[in-house]
């Protein structure tokens, strides 16, 4: 399966699956997906990533380079405080998790708000759900950057160009 992620802005729907542990290696093992059951509406991060590196505040500091003895520009971000840091990661939840369905929590039907997310993503199984979700999403996007760019070198378009009759 190929998707679009360049226009795709609205998400791809994953029917829930189970995961575990493998204790004596450490893999992860995923079950099939349970038909009819409860699903998440996932979008890859990628944006959200751009967006705050965009904005993310930096500081710049001259360092002595003790091998060319001259000074080198250094620039790093400003560390986030707690609240920020844990304002970044409810913020990724609630723009990678677009909707909810099926799932309850505490025997409460899920409504997808903002609390209803974070605090699914405390449990391990969901956590671990969404996690693989986006590695499909940016395994997808990679091929079909692939693709795209196999296209480009070749020369090879699905565009159909038609002579001017005039």
Do not use: H
């Amino acid at each position: 399966m190929i998707i679009n992620l360049k226009t795709q802005k609205d998400g791809v729907w994953f029917p829930f699956f189970y995961s575990k542990i493998d204790p004596s290696n450490l893999e992860i093992t995923y079950g099939d997906p349970i038909e009819g059951g409860p699903r998440m509406k996932i979008r890859n991060p990628i944006a959200l990533f751009k967006e705050r590196t965009e904005k993310r505040k930096t500081e710049t500091q001259f360092v002595l380079n003790k091998k060319t003895r001259a000074m080198d520009k250094v620039v790093s971000e400003v560390e986030l405080t707690a609240k920020q840091k844990k304002e970044e990661n409810e913020d990724f939840v609630d723009f990678v998790i677009q909707e909810v369905e099926g799932f309850k929590l505490d025997g409460k039907i899920i409504k997808g708000t903002r609390e209803e997310k974070t605090g699914m993503m405390e449990l391990p199984v969901i956590s671990m759900f969404v996690a693989r979700c986006i590695e499909l999403l940016q395994e997808s996007g990679t091929e079909e950057e692939a693709v795209e760019t196999k296209n480009s070198l070749t020369g090879s378009s699905s565009r159909t160009i038609k002579p001017d009759p005039g």
